[in-house]
């Protein structure tokens, strides 16, 4: 076996495949390095979701003419010198590893002026070319085009335009969140997605998720066990339909830790519905010895020291806020007790569709006391929290068995003998009775109609909700296959306010939508608006629908929408039906089971039989009349 020492061009490509896969990571790390060289102003502009086009240009210190060259070069950086360095990393980027690796792999071009000058190198594929006096302001710029174009594999393997736009949207948000004081323009095929001026993290907020975002926070400041976190978390009636609301940032560095996580689903475990996620902006500071940023190839986690202090700090400031109790004061930054809540913003969106806390203090001059924001600070626990459901039984069916029969000798044919047997079974449950046949002879509990047949070997029980249920259900399901979808105009359109990914998510399905009835379009940015709903759905909650649509993207299941809307047609179908409990006179009573034209074996559209079929003989034997 021969040893083989591999060329520059082999190996930075190879280092290529961990730190840059895909154009985000190319805009993480350049953006990184904007931050670390002090600029106060970056832009960040796209072409083709960063395959055709990545430019950052950045206000910073730049680089000096001699180190243009050495910034292209594997393992060189300014923000490192020894290894104990590494125990007290203050910077986003350290590696040294990110330009030349992205120069490996695209053409580049840097022109930098530090003071004395502008001067630009171009890397075609990591084969460098001359320093050039060029034009250009303080700081630097970055240009990465034809990104992959020497690896035709990756570029194959890259996601469509789109959804690579949205990766590198989302990582922008990122940005403007974790740097609140650092102005940012974010310019997508010549359009601008984001635009912050560095004026903080309000603004930031505001910048990314709207105005209305901070009337349904909480913002918090607390230092517990030597751990600082900040940030603003969703109230505890504020959630959403996935994870892309969630954001992480220790000592500066966005990462996913779920060490972080785990805590904040326990803090909300009471409060949030099964499919739904807690919104939160959380800045975690720790000593820089404690905590390990170079355990991931994208340094997109790191390991801490402890996680049981990191867990149980996390998970005691946000329950005692969420909870109201005596110490959540001790959490609650300054800000959020002393001044009035930011109005929300008008009009319907995704961001208040399930509903939000009450303002920590009223609409008025001069906000209030510390004493009034304790007074308020204590929230109302909704009624149904804490509390399970009574479980509700039902009849159990049969279960079907396959029979055995001893050898006869003779030639059986077993499998069209049980597809017989099984055929009888269902069609006993599916029976149908000649309706003029049966006698009504009342109620029950003012719910369930009791009928007699003509012979009188058998009665009949039917659960009059059950029953209206199941047949308004299948009168709605009959319009919608047997004619064209009808769409009822809105008075107002809905908008809705999504983030990229959403945005992308909801787009790709448009057609599915519009083909149920639903009127969509774009609506400037990452906004959707509705004009019109299906004239079956009329009264729809906009809200709760769109919300169960994205919930899909948390496991990446293609959407169902179908399904989705046989249980809106479900909902509506009970909705309309009499209640149980509902006194029905005879003539309502008959009129119900004309409709159901004498199918016992009916079900409502959640599972449940809508009659029961009880024999005389049955009732006998519970009188002991026979044995």
């Not at 280092?15 to 060289?37: C, F, T, W």
Request: aromatic share 8%; charged share 25%; glycine share 8%.
């Amino acid at each position: 076996m021969k040893i083989n020492i591999l060329l520059p061009e082999v190996y930075n490509r190879i280092a290529a495949g961990e730190v840059v896969d895909r154009p985000y990571s190319v805009v993480k790390e350049l953006v990184e390095n904007a931050l670390d060289a002090g600029a106060g102003e970056i832009s960040v502009e796209v072409a083709a979701g960063g395959k055709t086009l990545i430019r950052v240009t950045d206000n910073g210190c730049g680089l000096e003419k001699d180190d243009l060259p050495r910034a292209f070069l594997p393992h060189a950086t300014s923000k490192l010198s020894t290894a104990d360095d590494l125990f007290h990393v203050q910077t986003l980027g350290f590696r040294g590893e990110a330009v030349a690796s992205i120069a490996a792999v695209s053409r580049m071009k840097i022109v930098s002026d530090a003071g004395e000058g502008a001067f630009s190198l171009a890397s075609n594929g990591g084969a460098l070319g001359e320093v050039l006096p060029a034009a250009g302001a303080r700081g630097t710029e970055v240009t990465v085009e034809d990104l992959f174009f020497n690896t035709p594999a990756r570029l194959k393997f890259l996601k469509s335009d789109a959804q690579e736009e949205s990766d590198v949207s989302a990582m922008m948000a990122r940005f403007i969140l974790s740097h609140p004081t650092v102005s940012f323009t974010y310019t997508a095929n010549g359009k601008v997605k984001y635009r912050s001026f560095g004026d903080g993290l309000q603004a930031a907020l505001a910048a990314v998720y709207g105005a209305g975002i901070l009337s349904n926070c909480l913002e918090i400041a607390a230092d517990k066990h030597g751990v600082k976190l900040s940030g603003y978390i969703g109230s505890r009636s504020f959630s959403k339909p996935n994870r892309g609301y969630q954001s992480l940032f220790v000592n500066g560095r966005y990462v996913v830790n779920q060490t972080v996580s785990a805590a904040m689903t326990s803090a909300y475990s009471a409060y949030l519905m099964k499919r739904q996620y807690p919104f939160y902006v959380l800045f975690l500071d720790v000593p820089p010895e404690t905590v390990d940023v170079n355990v991931h190839p994208n340094k997109a986690d790191v390991r801490f020291a402890d996680n049981r202090i990191i867990y149980g700090s996390v998970l005691s400031v946000v329950s005692a806020v969420l909870d109201g109790n005596s110490t959540a004061l001790e959490y609650v930054a300054p800000s959020a007790l002393e001044k009035p809540v930011a109005p929300s913003s008008t009009g319907p969106t995704l961001g208040s569709a399930l509903g939000s806390a009450p303002p920590l203090s009223p609409k008025k001059e001069g906000g209030m006391s510390v004493s009034e924001a304790k007074k308020q600070l204590s929230f109302a626990v909704p009624s149904h929290i804490g509390k399970t459901p009574a479980p509700r039984f039902f009849e159990e069916e049969p279960k079907t068995s396959l029979e055995v029969r001893a050898p006869t000798g003779e030639e059986v044919d077993w499998f069209e003998e049980n597809r017989r047997m099984l055929l009888e079974k269902d069609k006993a449950k599916q029976e149908r009775v000649e309706v003029s046949s049966l006698e009504y002879k009342g109620e029950l509990f003012h719910t369930y109609l009791i009928y007699e047949d003509e012979g009188g070997d058998c009665a009949y029980l039917i659960d009059q909700h059950a029953a209206h249920e199941r047949l308004n259900y299948d009168k709605l399901q009959r319009r919608l296959a047997e004619r064209k979808v009808i769409s009822q105009p809105m008075l107002a359109p809905f908008v809705l306010d999504l983030s990229p990914s959403e945005f992308l998510f909801l787009e790709k399905n448009f057609p599915a939508l519009r083909e149920i009835g639903f009127e969509v379009e774009e609506f400037g940015g990452e906004s959707v608006k509705v004009s019109a709903v299906p004239s079956d759905l009329v009264g729809i909650d906009l809200n709760a629908f769109f919300a169960e649509v994205l919930s899909s993207m948390e496991t990446l299941r293609a959407i169902k929408l179908s399904e989705l809307m046989k249980d809106k047609l479900a909902s509506m179908a009970c909705k309309a039906a009499v209640k149980g409990g509902e006194r029905l006179t005879e003539e309502e009573a008959k009129s119900l089971l004309a409709r159901m034209q004498g199918d016992m074996g009916l079900k409502c559209p959640h599972g449940r039989p809508v009659a029961v079929k009880v024999k005389r003989t049955e009732l006998e034997k519970l009188f002991k009349r026979i044995v």
